[in-house]
């Protein structure tokens, strides 16, 4: 029985099965999976959806009262997405795969590419083909060299075709060939795959900026009163959020002191923004950890270097300064107050808590107005510009346990008042309004006074330490210069082939290009022109076939 009628007989292919791939051939084929470029492009695109939920969800590195507000507003949903990490999207388990997947796979991706292109730039250009006719871009020149009187040979003809290539930027090499045919073959472009290669090598360097500039990098916010001083260390922060690895014990103790804050006004009386700020400027002094001092003016997008930090302008407000006198007549509490903005008119939402006011402690909610417009009983407090042309302090005042003492945190721009006492409130008629032609007022129950000293102005600080952006500065730079280079940098092949028959020199030559082209044909013409100038020719459409397409 031959071996088609045992197939015919079980009815099975005689074809033998694969070997199993055994564990060190899955992990060969799962790397090169890895590392395929599709798989890094899908991988580029997995992070940028894994990030989306950064932007949604409210993230615990930058405001865990939020986060803790959010899970207590929805218990059910809120508990499943802080397990699976929602709140903290960027140092996540699975964002974190993703990004060290598509660091891998890039590094799979170029390595080998560049050691082959390494190669293939000490290699010599590829063999002259045998049929030139087949090439997308064919040109043939037929010149009759002893009518023309011409001193031109085969190998003279392509000595000449090699010069004018090297002069072009090709790598020329001059081949013998048999039957007196002589050929050069010719390639450029290489810079083109090296700009690609450089381009994922930057994309690398963008991944490990961010990444050490995550690690050993911080972010902090200060809101710095006129004529106060800030220091770069832990304490001196509103809010201060390290990289994972940064001890905070390496901050640069330098100072700040903001010495004016100047804002220019639209004063055109025909504009739409009548009124509205238009620029703002920090004056500045500015002591360095050695010793010495300068003056920096800080703008709107301009930041101030200092000590490898950035420090930006990111607001800016008043802050009006009052006098607590309690009912002991001891002074309990004397300063500015920052005032939060509310609208466009610089109208500022004020608390202040007087926790060592005798015999109670005191507390107070309103709001500043720059330009304040009040009538007792007939209009609406409210701010009409946001320059200080009439500046105006309004209060409720209460006085109890404020809760300090509890060891609970509270925000200090919120006042509870659900278990205190209310002593002055506009909805009685008795609210306090304090301006330059009424600066005091007294509290009732012999729980003493409040005075507004006049108001002095703010800035909030955001200061930056990011170590890794000077990397993906400059990788940035390398990838957009890799890609102009690999988008504008034609890769080409031309062969030219010379030999001469009844004394006719036919020189036949093709153009190839490596991927798109669309001025192959053209780069074909101009070669034409050239070798017309070098041997003193002029060639018409009857001097030379063109075969393209083919």
């Given at each position: 029985?031959?071996?088609?009628?045992?197939?015919?007989?079980?009815?099975?292919?005689?074809?033998?099965?694969?070997?199993?791939?055994?564990?060190?051939?899955?992990?060969?084929?799962?790397?090169?999976?890895?590392?395929?470029?599709?798989?890094?492009?899908?991988?580029?695109?997995?992070?940028?959806?894994?990030?989306?939920?950064?932007?949604?969800?409210?993230?615990?590195?930058?405001?865990?009262?939020?986060?803790?507000?959010?899970?207590?507003?929805?218990?059910?949903?809120?508990?499943?997405?802080?397990?699976?990490?929602?709140?903290?999207?960027?140092?996540?388990?699975?964002?974190?795969?993703?990004?060290?997947?598509?660091?891998?796979?890039?590094?799979?991706?170029?390595?080998?590419?560049?050691?082959?292109?390494?190669?293939?730039?000490?290699?010599?250009?590829?063999?002259?083909?045998?049929?030139?006719?087949?090439?997308?871009?064919?040109?043939?020149?037929?010149?009759?060299?002893?009518?023309?009187?011409?001193?031109?040979?085969?190998?003279?003809?392509?000595?000449?075709?090699?010069?004018?290539?090297?002069?072009?930027?090709?790598?020329?090499?001059?081949?013998?060939?048999?039957?007196?045919?002589?050929?050069?073959?010719?390639?450029?472009?290489?810079?083109?795959?090296?700009?690609?290669?450089?381009?994922?090598?930057?994309?690398?360097?963008?991944?490990?900026?961010?990444?050490?500039?995550?690690?050993?990098?911080?972010?902090?916010?200060?809101?710095?009163?006129?004529?106060?001083?800030?220091?770069?260390?832990?304490?001196?922060?509103?809010?201060?959020?390290?990289?994972?690895?940064?001890?905070?014990?390496?901050?640069?103790?330098?100072?700040?002191?903001?010495?004016?804050?100047?804002?220019?006004?639209?004063?055109?009386?025909?504009?739409?923004?009548?009124?509205?700020?238009?620029?703002?400027?920090?004056?500045?002094?500015?002591?360095?950890?050695?010793?010495?001092?300068?003056?920096?003016?800080?703008?709107?997008?301009?930041?101030?270097?200092?000590?490898?930090?950035?420090?930006?302008?990111?607001?800016?407000g008043y802050a009006p300064v009052v006098r607590v006198t309690d009912g002991e007549g001891k002074v309990?509490?004397?300063?500015?107050?920052?005032?939060?903005?509310?609208?466009?008119?610089?109208?500022?939402?004020?608390?202040?808590?007087?926790?060592?006011?005798?015999?109670?402690?005191?507390?107070?909610?309103?709001?500043?107005?720059?330009?304040?417009?009040?009538?007792?009983?007939?209009?609406?407090?409210?701010?009409?510009?946001?320059?200080?042309?009439?500046?105006?302090?309004?209060?409720?005042?209460?006085?109890?346990?404020?809760?300090?003492?509890?060891?609970?945190?509270?925000?200090?721009?919120?006042?509870?008042?659900?278990?205190?006492?209310?002593?002055?409130?506009?909805?009685?008629?008795?609210?306090?309004?304090?301006?330059?032609?009424?600066?005091?007022?007294?509290?009732?129950?012999?729980?003493?006074?409040?005075?507004?000293?006049?108001?002095?102005?703010?800035?909030?600080?955001?200061?930056?330490?990011d170590p890794g952006q000077n990397i993906v500065l400059y990788s940035f730079v390398v990838a957009f210069?890799?890609?102009?280079?690999?988008?504008?940098?034609?890769?080409?092949?031309?062969?030219?082939?010379?030999?001469?028959?009844?004394?006719?020199?036919?020189?036949?030559?093709?153009?190839?290009?490596?991927?798109?082209?669309?001025?192959?044909?053209?780069?074909?013409?101009?070669?034409?022109?050239?070798?017309?100038?070098?041997?003193?020719?002029?060639?018409?459409?009857?001097?030379?076939?063109?075969?393209?397409?083919?």
């Amino acid at each position: 029985m031959n071996a088609s009628e045992k197939t015919k007989k079980t009815g099975k292919s005689a074809r033998k099965d694969a070997p199993a791939l055994g564990f060190v051939g899955m992990l060969r084929w799962c790397w090169t999976q890895l590392t395929k470029m599709n798989t890094a492009l899908m991988l580029l695109l997995l992070l940028a959806v894994a990030a989306v939920p950064g932007s949604i969800f409210p993230q615990r590195v930058q405001d865990p009262t939020k986060v803790t507000d959010y899970i207590k507003n929805h218990p059910g949903w809120g508990e499943f997405a802080d397990k699976i990490q929602l709140f903290d999207v960027f140092s996540s388990a699975w964002f974190s795969a993703i990004y060290l997947l598509l660091f891998i796979s890039l590094i799979g991706c170029v390595t080998p590419r560049a050691i082959k292109h390494a190669k293939d730039w000490r290699k010599p250009p590829a063999r002259t083909p045998r049929n030139l006719s087949r090439l997308p871009v064919h040109r043939q020149l037929e010149i009759p060299v002893a009518d023309a009187g011409l001193n031109l040979s085969a190998k003279g003809a392509i000595e000449d075709a090699a010069r004018i290539l090297k002069k072009s930027h090709y790598r020329v090499e001059i081949r013998d060939e048999e039957n007196d045919h002589y050929s050069v073959g010719a390639e450029r472009g290489y810079l083109r795959e090296i700009g690609n290669i450089l381009f994922h090598v930057a994309m690398i360097g963008i991944l490990v900026g961010v990444a050490f500039g995550s690690l050993y990098g911080y972010r902090g916010q200060k809101i710095l009163v006129q004529d106060e001083t800030f220091v770069n260390s832990l304490i001196g922060y509103d809010s201060f959020t390290p990289g994972t690895n940064y001890n905070p014990d390496w901050l640069t103790p330098y100072a700040v002191t903001l010495n004016n804050f100047q804002v220019r006004y639209d004063r055109q009386q025909d504009s739409h923004t009548y009124g509205q700020d238009l620029d703002y400027k920090a004056e500045l002094t500015v002591h360095d950890p050695q010793g010495g001092t300068e003056q920096k003016t800080l703008k709107v997008n301009e930041p101030v270097d200092i000590g490898g930090t950035s420090i930006f302008l990111s607001g800016n407000g008043y802050a009006p300064v009052v006098r607590v006198t309690d009912g002991e007549g001891k002074v309990a509490y004397e300063g500015a107050v920052v005032g939060i903005t509310t609208d466009g008119k610089y109208t500022s939402s004020v608390v202040l808590k007087v926790p060592d006011a005798k015999p109670s402690q005191l507390g107070f909610v309103g709001m500043f107005l720059p330009t304040g417009d009040y009538a007792r009983g007939t209009t609406v407090p409210h701010s009409v510009d946001s320059a200080p042309a009439n500046p105006m302090l309004i209060f409720q005042s209460y006085s109890g346990d404020l809760g300090l003492n509890s060891g609970q945190p509270q925000n200090v721009y919120v006042l509870d008042t659900s278990k205190l006492q209310e002593l002055n409130s506009m909805a009685q008629g008795n609210g306090i309004v304090l301006s330059a032609q009424n600066p005091e007022a007294v509290l009732p129950d012999n729980k003493g006074k409040i005075e507004f000293l006049g108001y002095k102005r703010y800035v909030g600080l955001d200061v930056r330490h990011d170590p890794g952006q000077n990397i993906v500065l400059y990788s940035f730079v390398v990838a957009f210069a890799g890609l102009i280079v690999s988008l504008f940098v034609a890769r080409r092949r031309v062969w030219v082939r010379a030999h001469t028959a009844d004394g006719v020199l036919v020189v036949e030559y093709g153009l190839l290009a490596r991927g798109e082209d669309p001025r192959l044909a053209n780069e074909a013409e101009r070669l034409t022109d050239a070798f017309a100038a070098a041997w003193g020719l002029e060639f018409d459409d009857d001097n030379h076939d063109e075969n393209e397409g083919k």
